[in-house]
C-alpha cells in the first residue's frame, strides 16, 4: 500500500460530479470508513472545491462512528461495522452534524484480513442521504487493498452522479429502504 496516494489514479466520475454540485450550488459531506478520506481528497483536486465540500469525517474506528456520527453500540453489536443498518446511522449522523445538500457514508473490508464468509474482504455498503431521503447499497469488490479502496472511490462518486443529476428517473427520489437498481 502507498500511504501517500502519489500512485492513486484519479476518479474519472468526480470532475462530472464537482462541476454538476458547482452548477448547481449543491453541497456535499462525506463519512468514510473504508476510503479514509479518499473521498474528500478527490474532491479538494479542483479549484472552488470549498464551496461544494462542507466537510467529512473519517470514522475508522467503531468508537468514532459512535461519538463522531451516532452509530449506536448496539447497532455495531448486533450488525457490525460493515452492515446497512451502520451506514444508515452513519449518513443519517453525517447530515445531522454537517447537512450538506448530498451525503455519503462507507463502510468496508479493504483486506487482505477481516473478511468472513458473511461479509468477505471487498464487501462494501454505501449510505447517501439527499433531500431527506436515505438510500442504500451493498457491493463486494475485488483486489488488493489499494484496488478496493480505489474502486470504492469510483462507485461512491458514480452513485452520487447517476442518484443526484439523472433527468430520468432518479433513483435518490424512491421510497426510503429501498436499493439501487
Known amino acids: 500500500m502507498n500511504p501517500s496516494n502519489t500512485n492513486r489514479k484519479p476518479c474519472k466520475f468526480s470532475e462530472s460530479l464537482f462541476k454538476k454540485l458547482k452548477e448547481t ?56 461495522a460493515v452492515s446497512e443498518q451502520t451506514v444508515r446511522e452513519m449518513v443519517t449522523g453525517l447530515h445531522e452534524r454537517i447537512p ?46 489499494d484496488e478496493i479502496i480505489q474502486s470504492c472511490v469510483d462507485w461512491v462518486y458514480t452513485r452520487l452522479l447517476q442518484g443526484s443529476f439523472q433527468n430520468q428517473k432518479d433513483p435518490l427520489s424512491l421510497k426510503e429502504n429501498q436499493h439501487y437498481p
Open 25 to 80: 450550488g449543491k453541497t456535499l459531506a462525506f463519512a468514510e470508513s473504508i476510503t479514509a478520506g479518499n473521498l474528500c481528497a478527490e474532491m479538494v483536486q479542483y479549484a472552488g472545491a470549498s464551496e461544494i465540500l462542507l466537510g467529512g469525517i473519517v470514522a475508522y474506528s467503531n468508537s468514532v462512528k459512535m461519538q463522531m456520527l451516532g452509530v449506536k453500540n448496539e447497532t455495531l453489536k448486533t450488525h457490525g
Open 100 to 145: 450538506a445538500d448530498f451525503c455519503a457514508a462507507v463502510s468496508g473490508i479493504a483486506g487482505p484480513g477481516g473478511g468472513s464468509a458473511e461479509k468477505p474482504v471487498g464487501t462494501v455498503w454505501l449510505g447517501l442521504w439527499t433531500e431527506g431521503v436515505l438510500r442504500t447499497e451493498m457491493k463486494v469488490f475485488e483486489g488488493n487493498r
